[in-house]
């Protein structure tokens, strides 16, 4: 079973700076997904993964496959980027199982 | 608008009394599945279908049941619900699992 690590858990930014959220994951995957989940509870798919990086705005995500290694950058952070980042796999072929790790709390000052 | 629509929002029910949180999603989706996120252990998957009929457990999967019976829909049963199934429920679909899900609203159950 994949073992998959978010650090931190919790991050405190002031409004501007620039945000690095890490995932790493223990068994070799197909995808990599990372979620947004707001203060109302919501979900949303920011990005899926399975090679490279990817920019929507100013979010950036990039996986390292030999690293087994995942980041997820904003860029000029803002307030209403607080939320929980959340990192979920799909582990190889044949596997239809999702798995996440416990989330990081982003909290953005003005 | 592509959407995964989960009803109710917000349920409260007693220990035993069977209940039904539904999940429809209009994209034609293959792969649907329920999740529960509980704090401190984060989301954690109950049970998954990749299509018509076709269902298999997660992480999770005592105490729930679901079905497949059309593509759109995805209903997560709890037959004799009990406290330790508080928690907040998600549906999501995907065209493949390994593509970008969908999640829908979630549900707050508790279960006094």
């Known amino acids: 079973k994949n073992e998959v690590e978010q650090s931190p858990q919790n991050l405190t930014a002031q409004e501007g700076e620039f945000i690095t959220i890490n995932c790493s994951y223990s068994?070799?995957?197909?995808?990599l997904h990372w979620l947004q989940q707001h203060p109302g509870g919501g979900i949303v798919s920011l990005f899926m993964?399975?090679?490279g990086k990817k920019k929507h705005g100013r979010l950036i995500a990039t996986i390292n496959i030999q690293e087994k290694h995942s980041s997820l950058h904003i860029t000029a952070s803002h307030p209403r980027d607080s939320a929980v980042y959340i990192c979920?796999?799909?582990?190889?072929?044949?596997?239809?199982?999702?798995?996440f790790g416990k989330g990081t709390k982003l909290s953005v000052i003005p | 608008e592509a959407q995964v629509t989960q009803n109710p929002r917000y349920l409260i029910t007693v220990t035993g009394k069977k209940l039904t949180v539904t999940c429809s999603q209009n994209?034609?989706?293959?792969?649907m599945s329920w999740y529960r996120q509980d704090p401190g252990l984060g989301l954690r998957q109950i049970y998954y279908?990749?299509?018509?009929?076709?269902?298999d457990k997660g992480d999770v999967p005592e105490g729930y049941k679901v079905s497949r019976k059309e593509k759109r829909n995805f209903p997560l049963i709890l037959e004799s619900p009990s406290p330790n199934q508080t928690s907040l429920y998600f549906c999501?679909?995907?065209?493949?699992?390994?593509?970008?899900?969908?999640f829908g609203q979630g549900t707050r159950l508790t279960v006094v």
């Open positions: 999501a679909s995907s065209f493949l699992l390994s593509a970008e899900a969908f």
């Open positions: 068994v070799g995957i197909s995808a």
């Open positions: 993964l399975s090679s």
């Open positions: 979920a796999v799909t582990a190889g072929a044949g596997s239809y199982q999702l798995t």
């Open positions: 994209m034609n989706h293959e792969y």
């Open positions: 279908s990749m299509n018509v009929e076709v269902t």
